[in-house]
Each structure stands twice: as structure tokens, then as C-alpha cells.
């Protein structure tokens, strides 16, 4: 998967984060402004630092291994293919440097150069952790939950009696059919994936008929 350097788009979560550098997803091919070295031991102090990090902050491992594409489109052998999995995340100046694992790959094999701002983050910046991660993705879900609780307190207060009665019901006959369908799956009955819509449309059949 290619996405351009510098780009805030991300393969997995938000894609549009606006303090997020991506760097590494170089598709099936090395852009030229990318390419090259003219700093050898720079090179070589970068791939050390990403083999160093490597070992406890590859984080987002998630969405399986990821062979390299260039190495694909210049047919090499499938055991011969360098496999990946994960992402680095790095905070540096209110910024997220996010790249692949398989970025040292790249520059190793490819002469991949990533450009000064990535450099410096890994030399100067903060290397989030897996824990670091879930921290940060509990707050986002917490963020989340409590806007939504807000907006549905703003909704109810906007309803009229008879929308706020026929929430409770629909509340109720979800209750209901979740209930039967947890009983039965305690009983060790063969449940279809329609059943909890049967069950609704059953026992709205019978409230109506009493």
C-alpha cells in the first residue's frame, strides 16, 4: 500500500488525523526524491535505531503480515521476501510520526530515505509503546461515549411524549429478545443469526393481537 510521505492519511484508524506525519508506505516502488543516501553512517545510525526500537514499540500488529511489494514487482521468491507486521509511533513536537515496521526493510534493501523530520523524530522523539497505545485509544473511546451520552441527553429532552414511549418500548422488546436468545444459547439450542429479529417480530405480533 502506497500513501505519500508527509501525507496525514493512515491505512488502519482516522484518516484525516491532523498532527500525523506518515512516512514508509512505499507501495511498489522508492518515489526518486526519496532515494539515495549521501550520508552513509547516517544511514547506518538510522537502521540501528529503528533494529533497537524494534524490540518493544511496534505497535498496531493487528491487520496481519505485509510482504514488500518492490521485492513483489521484481519477482523474488516468496521465502526470499522480507514479511512484516506493526507500525512505529513516534511523538515528536506536537507531532505523530507514524511509519511500517518494515520501513528498515526499505532502506536497507531499497536505499529508502525518509527525509530530515522523520530522522530527527526518531533520534529526538517519544516511542510509543503498545500500553501507550491502548491508553490513548480508552481515552479516545471514553471522549467518544461521553459526546454521544451528551447528544442523546439533548435528543430526549427534544422528544415529545409519544417518541419518548416509543423508545422505552423499542428498548424493551430489544431487552426481550436478548434475553431469549441468551437463554436459549444457555439451553444449548441451535440459534439462527435472525432469531433475535424472530423473537421481535413475534412478540410485537402478540402484543398486538392482546
Given amino acids: 500500500m502506497q500513501i505519500p510521505d508527509g501525507s496525514r492519511l493512515d491505512y488502519s484508524t482516522d484518516k484525516t488525523k491532523w498532527n500525523r506525519y506518515s512516512w514508509g508506505w512505499l507501495g511498489d516502488k522508492v518515489p526518486e526524491k526519496s532515494r539515495g543516501w ?22 498496531l500488529c493487528h491487520c496481519g503480515y505485509h510482504l514488500c511489494e518492490i521485492c ?56 510509543k509503546t503498545r500500553a501507550d497505545e491502548d491508553k490513548e485509544n480508552d481515552r479516545e473511546m471514553d471522549r467518544w461515549h461521553k459526546k454521544r451520552a451528551k447528544a442523546r441527553r439533548a435528543e430526549e429532552r427534544a422528544m415529545t411524549p409519544e417518541q419518548k414511549a416509543a423508545r422505552a418500548a423499542a428498548v424493551r422488546l430489544e431487552k426481550f429478545a436478548q434475553e431469549k436468545l441468551k437463554q436459549l444459547r444457555r439451553d444449548g439450542a441451535l440459534v439462527s443469526s435472525s432469531y433475535t429479529t424472530k423473537v421481535r417480530n413475534n412478540h410485537t405480533m402478540t402484543s398486538t393481537d392482546g
Fill in 38 to 59: 549521501t550520508d552513509q553512517t547516517l544511514k547506518r545510525k538510522v537502521v540501528n535505531r529503528l533494529q533497537e526500537m524494534a524490540k518493544g514499540h511496534t505497535v
Fill in 72 to 127: 513483489q514487482k521484481k519477482g523474488r521468491k516468496l521465502k526470499e521476501m522480507i514479511g512484516m507486521n506493526g507500525s512505529f509511533l513516534i511523538k515528536h513536537r506536537s507531532r505523530e510520526y507514524r511509519c511500517p515496521a518494515q520501513v528498515e526493510h526499505y532502506i536497507l534493501e531499497h536505499d529508502y530515505n525518509p527525509g530530515p523530520k522523520p530522522i530527527a523524530a526518531l533520534f529526538e522523539g517519544k516511542w
